[in-house]
């Protein structure tokens, strides 16, 4: 593996970040006074400072970067992450203006990977292009879905159309009237073996029985900048069988390929969201004065932000390695890597941002300044995409089985 960046990176990271410091970070103020106008009117519609940003990343080029196939801007796991790192720095703008945003990129890649030519057409292009959003509807209230293999909503045949029956909670998305798709993991037969009962299949906003229950708090935090997350309920939901994705069965095997990008896309914009904290500290450090002297001459501080740079570095590394294995041996061989970046990236992050706040004092717990948010964020990603526990038993597993005697 090779440590510098090629031209071909070097020059994206040169145009993203002229677009993040003239565009997005000025921006972030205007998003935080209306997702305040939004909160206030109960308003789930997505702040309009979205849209000049999207037609600005376009006509820069800086669109679909996310995607190598068709489509796309055609880079590498590799090539991509340096810049998914710096839209991370503005974790709720950048993603999104650049049409990078989940639960979109994961869907797109669902479609781009196992949809027909008609699924394309109808849904990846004008997800391709910005129009619509979607949602991803897997995990359920009434099952721990830590284990896919035990969702229990039901996808049942009925002549030339599937009936959809179940509740969903923490579906992204859904809450965003843009969100025009969903798609939707369940069961179409309970009594195929354990990893072939799921499928999934592309429902439509408007389809009758389709009802959004409520809207999901995340550590009191409505996350109204992508769409936020919601309960779902699905009676008798009835769409035609062209609907399915893939064929019957083969929802765990999407599933697992959908996440595998998608857990190191989080991760790389953690770590942006890390670079930003220590930024931040040591702004604070410098200028504010306890005890007779700065933050900064304080030996705990030092501590902390001498502990963070070694931190984010070692954790660079790792996602690296990662996204050039999965360029270089593909996902199932980059397996155990993806789930060490998943198990330390989130738990690294969640540390550096604690001694950032702490650093801030009273401000660090306030909406003042970004980091509790960016906290509350991190710490979700600790279950989203998986928990931490079923990761590390998977390793471990994996760890064991090479000693094992017969």
Not at 82 to 101: D, F, H, K, V
Not at 374 to 387: C, E, K, Q, S, V
């Amino acid at each position: 593996m090779h440590f510098g960046h090629d031209d071909t990176t070097l020059e994206y990271i040169e145009r993203l970040n002229a677009f993040m410091a003239e565009k997005v970070y000025p921006a972030e103020a205007t998003l935080s006074e209306q997702i305040q106008a939004n909160v206030a009117n109960d308003s789930w519609e997505i702040p309009a400072v979205f849209a000049d940003l999207k037609v600005e990343a376009q006509a820069r080029g800086l669109w679909n970067l996310f995607l190598p196939g068709e489509g796309g801007a055609g880079l590498t796991n590799l090539q991509y992450a340096p810049l998914a790192e710096i839209m991370g720095r503005s974790i709720q703008l950048a993603p999104p203006a650049t049409n990078c945003a989940a639960p979109d990129t994961g869907n797109m890649e669902v479609l781009n990977e196992f949809g027909t030519a008609e699924q394309k057409e109808q849904w990846l292009k004008p997800l391709l292009a910005g129009e619509i959003r979607s949602a991803f509807a897997m995990t359920e209230p009434d099952v721990a879905s830590s284990d896919a293999t035990n969702i229990e909503t039901s996808i049942v045949r009925d002549g030339d159309e599937y009936v959809i029956n179940g509740r969903k909670w923490w579906t992204t998305g859904a809450m965003n009237p843009n969100a025009k798709i969903f798609i939707l993991m369940g069961k179409t037969d309970p009594n195929a073996s354990r990893h072939r009962q799921q499928s999934m299949i592309l429902v439509p906003r408007d389809t009758p029985g389709v009802e959004v229950v409520r809207g999901m708090h995340v550590f009191g935090y409505h996350d109204r900048d992508h769409g936020g997350h919601a309960e779902m309920r699905f009676t008798d939901v009835r769409v035609p069988v062209s609907n399915l994705i893939a064929g019957e069965g083969d929802g765990f095997a999407i599933a697992q390929a959908r996440l595998g990008p998608g857990r190191i896309h989080h991760c790389m914009r953690s770590i942006g969201i890390a670079e930003r904290a220590v930024e931040l500290m040591c702004e604070r450090a410098n200028s504010r004065v306890a005890f007779g002297k700065p933050l900064a001459d304080q030996g705990v501080v030092r501590d902390w932000i001498a502990e963070s740079r070694v931190r984010i570095e070692q954790l660079r590394l790792l996602v690296l390695k990662t996204a050039w294995l999965m360029d270089t041996v593909g996902n199932k061989g980059a397996h155990t890597e993806i789930q060490a970046i998943k198990i330390a990236t989130p738990q690294t992050v969640q540390w550096i941002l604690d001694k950032a706040i702490q650093t801030h004092g009273g401000g660090g717990i306030s909406q003042d300044f970004p980091l509790a948010e960016w906290y509350a964020g991190i710490r979700t990603l600790r279950f989203a995409d998986g928990p931490d526990e079923v990761h590390k038993n998977s390793l471990a597993k994996a760890e064991l089985k090479k000693w094992a005697t017969e």
